[in-house]
């Protein structure tokens, strides 16, 4: 039993396990999971409990009596501390509120009368699955570990769900295989004593944002510093992101106060109109004891690079892949410094900033107030009056907007003020999409709209909580990447007890015209120098997009060569080689390609990769 101090990584490949009952038909099925390089935790009885991939370092556990808990992950708490709480656990249920006291990101396993409760975070980065292998109820990390255990193959017409830009919720936390059952991320798995019943129980509810800014502030400023020092408690060299922006800025300085020597990087944009070295430079300044590196920017990977090579371990298709490249190209640099961990300020974005959608509810509780701030939101982004008016008046409910959106998937790309002040963006399908593929989209669509209900009743916060969901599951696989190249990532803005911080807040304080993420602003202020809190934007990355589309047009038509979903009749293959020939066609500049490109690489890396 150790302590866990940081997040390291495993080294090639990235942490996961599968989770098993104390029973002998279970240990069975468990002795197929065990292959070289992986590691078994056992039950007090000797048989297997956890099975997989783990460094030392990410692992906490504690056993009292009937009672067995285990921590994975990242999370500052001690053996000894575990062990109290397992010593009190008297029911399953009790380890919901042991997550929730808990800073980091990190699943929890608790094992009781042998029963197994199994919980990943509410943000979506850390998932659980579950299937029936061999007749017991096996539950894992990794949706691909069970497909392989059952020989499965993904099913087409989920394929064709991941086509649409973008999958809505609930479709895009479906597994891809029919026997795989996805556990949403505020529920947890329980799995009954005799190995076979299962069942999802909700352990998670996102805050009423009913906290003003001057309260909230300092709550998010301490969750934050909870979080960034729960990577660094442990000293050593951590490397960061310092872009300039308010995000990985703030991380730099919350770093800095802690016992590790932190080293700082920076890609200047290709753009000349782009300021983040700018800012970065002037964040330097103020960080005498932080190494800070600039990269080269003409030697920054483009977007769209190196596609046809990827071969990481991925268990869904993942827009990521677009980036992979540029997110993991500095990290042999960072490593050479030193570095044990790499934090992003990815997130920010998501939680210290919010959904315009609130504005919808405001303009029926606050309407003078609301009606200000919305004059300010038309001119910043030159939303027209009529359809701000139309936006506003939809009242349709999640499931009927679901059902129209159905109906409409090749349709004119939205206005964005509709997307902004609505449930989100509706999902559409594009000319290279196949008819069977968009009948069996419009298809699931239906079905879930039958039974669909928001993430939250308010429009706003169910958007919020959607972005950070489809955050986290690029990020997910991000995290797999970087830790197979042998720097661990981690975005600390997406901790469970940094989302509830920032959530909690007013969401009229959180969003305006008028200021630029005033909730972070707010909260790093006397940590975080006032000419770095000045920012008020960010650089878009637009030419190194345009550039990357124009230079990999030939990977690109290579992609579409063999294609295994033109093969599954999901694209029409020449369509897609002739667009790729055409790379300033007008419409990639809006990533309509990225679904589709997503999908493909995914099933390609699912042909050569090795049994995890």
């Known amino acids: 039993m150790t302590e866990l101090h940081s997040c390291a990584g495993t ?22 999971f065990a292959r070289p390089g992986t590691r078994t935790l056992p039950h007090p009885s000797g048989r297997p409990w956890l099975v997989g991939r783990w460094a030392d370092e990410e692992i906490v556990t504690a056993q009292a009596g009937r009672a067995a808990l285990a921590v994975i992950g990242c999370c500052p708490v001690d053996a000894a501390r575990l062990r109290r709480h397992a010593e009190r656990l008297r029911d399953l249920a009790d380890a919901g509120a042991l997550a929730r006291s808990l800073p980091g990101s990190f ?109 909230g502030a300092p709550v998010v400023r301490e969750a934050l510093a909870a979080a960034v020092d729960a990577r660094t408690r442990g000293g050593g060299v951590v490397s960061c992101d310092l872009s300039g922006g308010l995000d990985s800025t703030s991380l730099c300085f919350l770093a800095d106060r802690s016992a590790a020597r932190v080293v700082a990087s920076t890609w200047p944009g290709r753009d000349p109109a782009d300021t983040d070295l700018y800012w970065a430079e002037q964040a330097a300044k103020h960080l005498p004891d932080v ?30 892949v677009m980036d992979r490249s540029r997110v993991l190209h500095h990290l042999p640099g960072m490593a050479e410094r030193g570095s044990r961990l790499h934090l992003t300020g990815i997130g920010g974005d998501h939680v210290a900033w919010c959904s315009e959608a609130y504005y919808h509810r405001l303009a029926r509780t606050r309407p003078l107030f609301a009606w200000r701030q919305l004059r300010g939101f038309r001119a910043l982004w030159q939303w027209p009056l009529g359809g701000t008016l139309r936006a506003l008046a939809d009242s349709r409910p999640y499931g009927r907007w679901l059902a129209d959106a159905a109906g409409e998937l090749r349709a004119p790309m939205p206005a964005s003020v509709t997307t902004s002040l609505g449930w989100g963006m509706p999902p559409r399908l594009f000319d290279w999409v196949t008819p069977d593929a968009e009948q069996a989209a419009r298809r699931a669509l239906r079905e879930a709209a039958a039974t ?101 047009r030939g990977d690109l038509l290579a992609l579409w060569e063999d294609s295994r ?22 419409g990639l500049r809006d990533a309509i390609l990225y679904s589709t490109i997503a999908a493909e690489v995914w099933l390609r890396g699912l042909s050569r990769t090795p049994t995890p």
């Not at 080294?11 to 002795?31: C, I, K, N, W, Y």
């Not at 990794?142 to 255990?149: K, N, P, S, T, W």
């Open 565 to 586: 979903l033109e093969a599954l009749g999901l694209v029409d293959g020449d369509a897609l080689r002739r667009l790729a020939q055409r790379p300033a066609t007008p």
């Open 11 to 32: 080294g090639p490949g990235d942490a996961h396990f599968t989770v098993f009952t104390d029973r002998e038909d279970a240990a069975a099925v468990a002795r197929s």
């Open 291 to 320: 190494e800070h590196v600039v990269w080269d920017a003409d030697a920054s990977p483009l977007v769209y690079e190196d596609l046809l090579n990827i071969d990481d371990l991925l268990d869904e298709p993942t827009i990521g």
């Open 107 to 215: 699943h929890l396993v608790a094992a009781l009368d042998g029963r197994v409760r199994v919980q990943g975070t509410a943000s979506g980065l850390r998932l659980v699955f579950h299937a029936t292998v061999d007749g017991v109820r096996v539950a894992a990390t990794r949706a691909d570990v069970l497909a392989r255990a059952l020989g499965a193959e993904p099913d087409p017409e989920r394929i064709a769900v991941r086509l649409l830009w973008p999958a809505p919720y609930p479709l895009s936390e479906t597994s891809l295989w029919r026997d795989v059952t996805a556990v949403p991320p505020q529920e947890a798995l329980y799995v009954g004593a005799d190995g076979r019943g299962a069942r999802h129980v909700r352990w998670w509810t996102p805050p009423e944002p009913v906290r003003p800014l001057t309260g």
């Open 452 to 552: 669909a209900t928001p993430l939250h009743p308010d429009r706003g916060l169910h958007a919020d909580l959607e972005q950070i969901r489809s955050c986290t599951r690029i990020i997910r696989q991000w995290d797999r990447m970087a830790a197979r190249a042998g720097v661990p990532m981690a975005s600390p803005f997406l901790d469970d007890r940094v989302i509830e911080a920032c959530l909690a807040v007013r969401p009229a304080e959180r969003v305006s015209p008028w200021q630029y993420k005033p909730l972070l602003t707010t909260a790093l202020r006397g940590i975080v120098p006032e000419t770095c809190l000045r920012r008020t934007n960010k650089a878009a990355a637009s030419m190194d997009a345009a550039e990357g589309l124009r230079r990999h």
